[in-house]
């Protein structure tokens, strides 16, 4: 337990999963138990409590490899937004980061980016979520990926080892690869809306036409968090009918940079897994 100015900040654990939900269900998010419960697993979760029994804000780690930090769930309930506690947390998990020696990462919204501006981030990845819908249609272009190739494939591309992340994706829906296997897309379900990524490709065409076959066989609304770089790709989500819903910033504090490869990350996994 840490204290800070007006409370005291505690490590939450799968007990707390229910109040954990109703924070990002109240925020609009698309996560579901099975996304929280990666953080209870595998990261750590931080809570502040307005009283013993309401949580009234959370916010996450993922370490990933041997020197990232993946900050985010970022969430106060709409009661008690104002009152320090979203910033309180914030600083505690840095605390936590620089400790560990690991460069913080996040992608923020714009209303979360004065904050970490103030806090050292620096801004680098500039990101769109596009939303639209799936056509329910079997395609013929699309192949399940071996996942192993696939995971290894996304970790060298990220810059780190987040294998844990994308084996819990792969099972919730097997990642699929193009047929000349210059594009994997991973996916997985929301609550509100599949969300495909991360998508690696070596070709931003080649990809469009992997995220084309993916959102026919997809049923019901789908996010995709893509990069802004990736102008042709954006071209043909709008022609399939998506429209922009937020930008994302991503941020880092702390050195980090990955090697370079022959792929690329042209959609990201979402703000909360990077």
Known sequence: M?????????????????????????????????????????????????????????????????????ISMVLTKAEWRGRGYGTGLLKHCLQWTEAQ????????????????????????????????????????????????????????????????????????YPAVTSANASTTCFVRDGRLAWQIGPVIGRDETEASKSIEALIEQLSGAVFIDLLDDCVSIAQRLEQFGFTKQRPFLRMQKGSHRPQQTQYQTLAIAGPEFG
């Open 2 to 70: 840490a204290p800070t100015d007006a409370f005291n900040i505690v490590q939450l654990s799968e007990k707390d999963m229910d109040q954990a939900c109703l924070l990002s269900t109240q925020a609009g998010w698309n996560q579901t138990e099975q996304d929280w419960d990666l953080f209870f697993r595998h990261g750590i979760v931080f809570g502040a409590f307005a009283t013993p029994e309401q949580l009234a804000a959370s916010a996450a780690i993922i370490p990933y490899g041997d020197d990232i930090a993946w």
């Open 101 to 172: 020696n690991r460069a913080a990462f996040l992608d923020a919204t714009p209303a979360g980016e004065p904050i970490y501006r103030a806090l050292g981030f620096v801004p680098s990845l500039k990101i769109t979520r596009w939303q639209g819908s799936g056509k329910g249609l079997p395609s013929q272009t699309l192949a399940q990926s071996s996942s192993s190739n696939a995971i290894d494939q996304a970790n060298c591309t990220f810059g780190a080892d987040r294998s844990f992340v994308l084996e819990n994706f792969n099972k919730r």
